[in-house]
């Protein structure tokens, strides 16, 4: 196979990589009897070194193996960025169980749905979710729960201010007490005996990883521990700067999502350092510590950044410790990582790609390399990516546009109890991405949008991702998003949803005329909606699924209206 981008890797990145023959259970260990007087955990100040974390880890592997938990057994992880979150889940791995990390916003029925496909018999979950859980619980095969609070491994000063502060909120939850039902710190500080080591192989299952549901019904991918440690070692060969034991890991994605999982839950334990806990995203939360804790690697999505940039604050920091930067889940504007880089001296942030599928990271620009603007780069050692025509599944030429298809070890082993979904997304030894791309001669892709969320209006494609590009270089524009919205005489027409910048005021008339400077005509928005904000799932990827339904149903309600020729200003404020 022509891999032209291994010419443009890198200087130290090596074209292959020895996958190591280890187990996640396994890397844990190594870090805690490499580095145990290394700070592994920081959550607002308090601090876990590598001894204390893999004490709590084996002492609570003792008390899930109490409750029943063997190897195979899937368990629910339902839990923000807490302490508790790397607790569960190594000891979770430490048993040859299969970790189901589920996200905590989910409702009900979300909730329901995964439990049932997972077959996750024990849920760890965050206080605050009781209600939620316990409406579903009997539909489920949840046998044993495990509630824990944010408030259990915080500082003293704080522990004793969050009764007060959680109870004023109307946020204080009581766990009445049932069989079947426990707390955490009670099955941590009870001295069950440790369960008989497990024989564990690589290859064998170590987490169900469910895809966001951005484009459709979530699924789980089924990653083996040898898919997560090549991911791992992948990523650690990427940065080349990267020193054992010595970075601190900003923890702002959340660790139940596939880029948290990898770039900040695993990586600071395969590099036997630091990760800032941050439960929500708050931008000054996020500036604070990354100049209290001298943070030095940040992973992040595009709007974190784009809060980063535009807080009126950002100049009280010195972000100086922050020197390599990873941006995915959406496209980086270069405008925004060119300021980033301005307010964190000597920093650099670079776009990249991944799936859930795929553990999760495939693709990167260089970091201290040619980084190409609205290029997710080129692929990462041992990963083979191809531009594949969607219909005939065959190759087509460079710069041209296709469906993107990987292989490589970390791409998953199929998705968990859905084998028509699974012989769908695999072809010939590749896994289809569902992601409309294309590669230049030197080997950088891109990512040109979803197939699913391509517009045709008049008999054109229309990519959103072009047009999104071109709304983000408007410089009133804060945020934006285009779907296709139903048109009687075109079938689809283009509909832009933008976000102006705080005090900015625009018409819909001026944001058309100006895409139109950049776009031909045809791929221009018809349509402009402005709004206080954006649908977002919890690492910040826009929604247009959510957009699309929302116009649906409102078209649905009437008949659409043709907005007038001059529409009045929009003030917009944040």
């Avoid at 990963?383 to 005939?392: F, G, K, R, Y």
């Avoid at 082993?413 to 979904?421: A, D, K, V």
């Avoid at 929604?543 to 007038?564: C, D, F, Y």
Wanted: hydrophobic share 40%; proline share 7%; with cysteine.
């Amino acid at each position: 196979m022509h891999r032209p981008w291994l010419s443009h890797y890198e200087e130290g990145v090596p074209h292959t990589l020895a996958i190591p023959n280890q187990t996640m259970a396994e890397v844990f260990a190594e870090a805690v009897r490499k580095f145990p007087r290394n700070t592994a955990v920081i959550y607002y100040g308090r601090r876990f070194d590598y001894r204390t974390l893999g004490d709590l880890v084996n002492r609570f592997a003792a008390a899930l193996a109490h409750l029943g938990v063997k190897k195979g057994d899937r368990v629910a992880i339902i839990l923000p960025n807490v302490p508790q979150y790397p607790i569960v889940h190594y000891a979770v791995m430490q048993l040859g169980a299969i970790a189901v990390p589920t996200n905590p916003l989910y409702v009900e029925r979300e909730l329901e749905l995964q439990l049932n496909n997972s077959g996750a018999e024990v849920a760890i979950v965050l206080d605050l979710l009781h209600p939620r859980l316990e409406a579903v619980r009997q539909n489920t095969a949840l046998r044993e729960v495990v509630y824990t609070s944010a408030r259990d491994y915080l500082p003293a000063p704080l522990r004793w201010l969050y009764p007060m502060k959680a109870k004023r909120s109307g946020k204080w939850i009581e766990i009445p007490r049932q069989v079947h039902t426990h707390d955490f710190k009670k099955l941590v500080k009870t001295n069950f005996p440790a369960p008989p080591p497990v024989a564990l192989s690589p290859e064998e299952i170590a987490i169900l990883l469910y895809t966001g549901g951005t484009t459709g019904i979530s699924k789980g991918a089924v990653l083996t521990h040898r898919n997560l440690v090549a991911n791992l070692a992948q990523v650690r060969a990427w940065f080349t700067q990267c020193r054992e034991g010595q970075e601190v890991i900003l923890g702002a994605l959340p660790f139940f999502h596939s880029y948290g999982m990898t770039s900040c839950l695993h990586m600071s334990v395969y590099l036997g350092s630091s990760v800032v806990h941050i439960p929500r995203f708050e931008v000054e939360l996020v500036l604070k510590s990354l100049q209290k804790y001298k943070v030095t690697l940040f992973s992040g999505v595009p709007t974190m950044y784009v809060a980063v940039n535009n807080s009126s604050a950002i100049h009280q920091y010195n972000l100086e410790n922050v020197r390599a930067c990873m941006s995915g889940g959406a496209a980086l504007p270069l405008s925004v990582a060119k300021q980033f880089e301005a307010n964190a001296k000597g920093a650099r942030l670079v776009e990249g790609y991944g799936l859930s599928e795929t553990s999760p990271v495939t693709h990167c620009n260089p970091i201290l390399g040619q980084r190409k603007e609205g290029s997710i780069g080129l692929p990462m050692p041992n990963t083979d990516a191809i531009i594949l025509d969607p219909e005939s599944h065959e190759p087509v030429l460079p710069n041209e546009v296709g469906e993107l298809a990987l292989r490589g070890p970390q791409v998953m082993q199929g998705y968990w109890r859905m084998e028509e979904e699974t012989r769908r997304v695999f072809h010939n030894g590749w896994m289809l991405t569902g992601d409309m791309a294309k590669r230049d001669d030197e080997g950088y892709f891109y990512i040109v949008d979803r197939k699913k969320d391509m517009i045709i209006a008049g008999g054109f494609n229309i990519y959103p991702r072009e047009i999104e590009e071109v709304l983000y270089q408007h410089p009133k524009v804060l945020e934006a998003a285009v779907i296709g919205a139903q048109d009687v005489y075109r079938g689809e027409t283009v509909k832009a949803f933008v976000v102006l910048r705080e005090g900015e005021s625009a018409t819909e008339e001026e944001i058309i005329s100006y895409c139109q400077q950049y776009l031909a005509r045809f791929k221009a928005p018809k349509l402009v909606e402005f709004r206080k904000e954006l649908p977002k799932s919890l690492i910040g990827k826009v929604l247009r699924r959510v957009l699309s339904e929302e116009e649906r149903t409102k078209q649905a309600a009437a008949m659409p209206v043709k907005p007038s020729a001059s529409p009045a200003p929009v003030e917009m404020s944040r």
